[in-house]
């Protein structure tokens, strides 16, 4: 068994629940190719390796399959992502290596095999064509195989060729089909180490996602929260939900975001669930993190000239589809509507201070069409007619 880990007293409170810590398909890849270094030099067995994530936190890892070939050596080391919910966790990943030449400076070469996904998209960090192992990986999979090079005192090249068996069908769960990475999973971390739930992790998704629509022309975002939203959007507005992205609850992370990265525009189709939340001003709509839904129903019913006896039954609602089922009785949903959107309108205004266009339609999964802010044609006519990129 290996030495005891600096993430065995790692830990993080979410929900009043203490979650273990875990460590990255980077951090997998770099002990892993250490291990099968030392091997191919040193010719004795491994059972255990030590590796200095680059958040400082040392992991000691069980070294796996270990297999000796007439050119090189290939192991695996386990993914453990703590108490994260990760589709890779306790998947083995392979550093298979050999000898091999220089090539000037250059010692180390890597490249992906089987469940190691591809790059068919320009915009991402890698290039086309290239294996989807992210920069901070590779530096430590280079640093980690250096190590091993110099105790040894060998001068020549390594060739380290990483897999994940089963990589393939686990990526289709990832972002990686959408960012067009095929045939496998990507090699990530920046620190080495899985934070559970992360919210940092899910923010850095959504901006990989914008980068790499930003580098490859586009203006406009076409943005829902979730899948709601994906399935209105194809059978309710006819557009491809391919073109679009989603945000999750982060409404104001992913404005911020849009500003930074130089659009012009971002229109958002979401369930009125979500987006009344935003008529309020609360940009992360999570309902840990406020709700009120009931309460801006109620409110905009009263602008929009509803009475006392309707606006006490929409704050007895649970649910806001069952709030609008009040509101259509009355026949008020075209002014509670247009309250709504406007409100949802200087929200992001406010959030962005004007910086781009921010526009919404806004739906329910009973009623259909709800309604939409004054721009939000303009923005949506981007995508009637486009191919998907």
């Not at 090249?157 to 089909?177: D, H, M, W, Y």
């Not at 971390?189 to 998704?205: F, R």
């Not at 399935?231 to 500003?259: H, P």
């Not at 709030?323 to 509670?336: D, N, S, W, Y």
Request: glycine share 12%; charged share 25%; proline share 2%.
């Amino acid at each position: 068994m290996a030495r005891k880990n600096g993430l065995e007293d790692c830990f993080v409170i979410k929900e009043n629940k203490k979650l273990r810590l875990g460590y990255t398909t980077g951090s997998c890849a770099a002990a892993a190719a250490k291990a099968a270094v030392s091997m191919l030099l040193g010719e004795k067995a491994v059972s255990e390796v030590e590796l200095l994530t680059p958040k400082g936190i040392w992991l000691y890892l069980d070294v796996e399959d270990i297999q000796r070939t007439e050119n090189g050596v290939s192991c695996a080391v386990r993914k453990d992502g703590g108490d994260d919910p990760d589709v890779t966790d306790g998947l083995l990943v392979y550093a298979e290596v050999s000898l091999c030449e220089t090539e000037g400076e250059k010692r180390v070469f890597l490249d992906g095999g089987t469940g190691i996904g591809r790059i068919t998209k320009p915009g991402l960090e890698q290039p086309v064509g290239a294996a989807a192992i992210n920069r901070v990986p590779r530096q430590m999979i280079e640093e980690a195989v250096l190590s091993v090079c110099g105790r040894f005192s060998y001068t020549g090249g390594i060739q380290v060729i990483l897999s994940i068996p089963g990589g393939e069908e686990v990526a289709k769960r990832t972002f990686n089909p959408r960012l067009g990475i095929e045939g496998g999973l990507s090699v990530l971390g920046t620190s080495g180490i899985v934070v559970p739930m992360s919210e940092e992790a899910l923010i850095a998704s959504i901006r990989l996602e914008m980068e790499m629509k930003r580098k490859n022309g586009a203006e406009i975002l076409l943005i829902t929260p979730g899948n709601y939203g994906a399935d209105f959007l194809k059978d309710g507005l006819r557009i491809d939900e391919k073109q679009s992205m989603k945000c999750s609850n982060y409404v104001g992370e992913t404005l911020d975001l849009a500003v930074e990265l130089g659009f012009r525009g971002v229109v958002f189709v979401a369930h009125i669930g979500k987006f009344v939340k935003v008529s309020g001003g609360i940009m992360n709509t999570h309902s840990r993190q406020a709700d009120a839904r009931a309460e801006l129903m109620c409110a905009h019913a009263i602008r929009a000239g509803a009475d006392l006896e309707t606006a006490r039954a929409i704050l007895d609602t649970i649910t806001t589809e069952e709030a609008m089922e009040i509101i259509r009785e009355k026949g008020l949903q075209e002014k509670v509507m247009s309250q709504m959107t406007e409100k949802v309108h200087a929200s992001m205004q406010h959030r962005v201070a004007g910086a781009m266009k921010t526009e919404a339609v806004l739906f329910s999964n009973r009623f259909g069409y709800l309604g939409e802010t004054q721009g939000a044609g303009e923005l949506l006519a981007h995508f009637v007619q486009r191919k998907t990129v």
